[in-house]
């Protein structure tokens, strides 16, 4: 059985409709490391749905947080006079709205197009509409036992006059900066310490604020589990950095017991999404976007690349690899064959909207090469490679592929996979051996007759066999000849792509060049 559908099953047990709920902070361009939160709630969702289990999925963008860090890709001199402020207080980098709504949007673009369609919420707002004025009050009431459970669980300890709330300065804007002093059951009294953070400067007033009308937030490992009680949580998991012994994971579920009388909900940590074995931040521009990712892999791809490990399986991902994106899309094509069980729920699960009918498409490592081959008629390549007449289905699919094909050439593909004919004879062609112009000379006089490829290839190995050349010599040195490098794609292939004049010209003008 698959994971996520055992997690539903179990889930079933409890014969209760179920909230399944995540979160992001909207702290600058969300990266693909943030989809896989996303797509793990998205499936559980969807597998109770389909188990006859009524279930919702919400998503909260958390707007109040501080801007606690500037992206590389913001102008210093226009926001870092806003370091410290909420997140929705501070102006998009284009348009009008705010800076968590500017990339919040871009977010939930990128995941609706992934068929995932959480209802979205807004942290502020559940603040200012009184959603969460019971857990305040129960927080602010019970300060010194929230300060108990955190020295319990994870160690950390706070002052003795704790006060687990985090004002707004009604002077200067700022929550990052400011630190609660008293709670007297109606009031908040707070200093905007002007050296509290390293990343911010606070003013250095000092006020009181209603708690109760969106003037400040909870921190984090109260508003977490205050979120739970007041929505009615059932299922969330989180990464697995919150997830460790003693870590923010153990704070909540202990402060949601203990301080707000709500069970923790059911529990799916998972692992992180790592580009060359690091984790993705989404403050400091590194890594890839998920909007960037998004515009390179098609939906299914994207949403297959997420669904496919268990939670606790890491995702090691750098498209710019050679292999990466090409064995992606082969191994989506292989679980959309397979008959396995488990790959073929990998393969449904993937699925956005309606599931596309039974299709043949080409492997996308040999339409790199096919696409990149001048005069090639790709629809005509394709039948070859299927043995058949192509369907409507089959056009449609290799048309889609194609496109993600050219994209994946322009935009990611490493030097080494890219090629083209240079209109000249390139100037590593000097570098070749007496055997390998003789061998251009005895392939240019078979070129002519040469129509199946498969044969031709068979031919130019024994032309370099015959001469003493080892397979990787033979087919150098037509490259170098072609492309100007040592590698390519079959060279057969490649040979009856172009004009034949063109090659016997070319292959003759190479080794006339080098004798000379």
Sequence with gaps: MFWVDKIAKELATAKKPQLVDDAKTPSGRVHVGALRGVIIHDLVCKALTQIDTKARYTFIFDDLDPMDSLPTYLA????????????????????GGSYAEYYAEEFIKVFNGLGARPEI???????????????????LDNANKIQEIYEKVSGSKRPRDYIPFQPICEKCGKIGTTSATNWDGKQVSYECQENKVVWAKGCGHKGKVDPFAGGGKMPFRVEWPAKWAALGVTIEG???????????RDTANAICKEIFGYEPPYDIPYEHFLLSGKKMSSSKGVGVSAVEVAEVLPPEILRFLMVRPRPMQHIEFNPELEHTIPKLFDDFDFARVSKEADLTRMYELSQVGKEKKKYFVPRFRDLVNLVQMPNIDLENQAEKIKGSKLTTEDKRALEERVKYVKIYLGRLAPEEVKFSVKTELPQDAKTLTREQKELLIGISGLVEKAKDPEQFQNDIYQVGKKLGLTSSDTFKAIYLSLLGKESGPKAAWLILSLDKNFVKERFEEAAGKIKN
């Design 76 to 95: 210093k001199e226009k926001y870092e006079k806003y370091m410290g402020a909420p997140l929705k207080d501070i102006p998009a980098p284009e348009g």
């Design 121 to 139: 919420l807004w942290s502020s707002r559940l603040y200012k509409e009184g959603k969460l004025d019971k857990q305040i009050s129960l927080a």
């Design 238 to 248: 989180e990464g697995k950095d919150h997830a460790s012994k003693g870590g923010t």
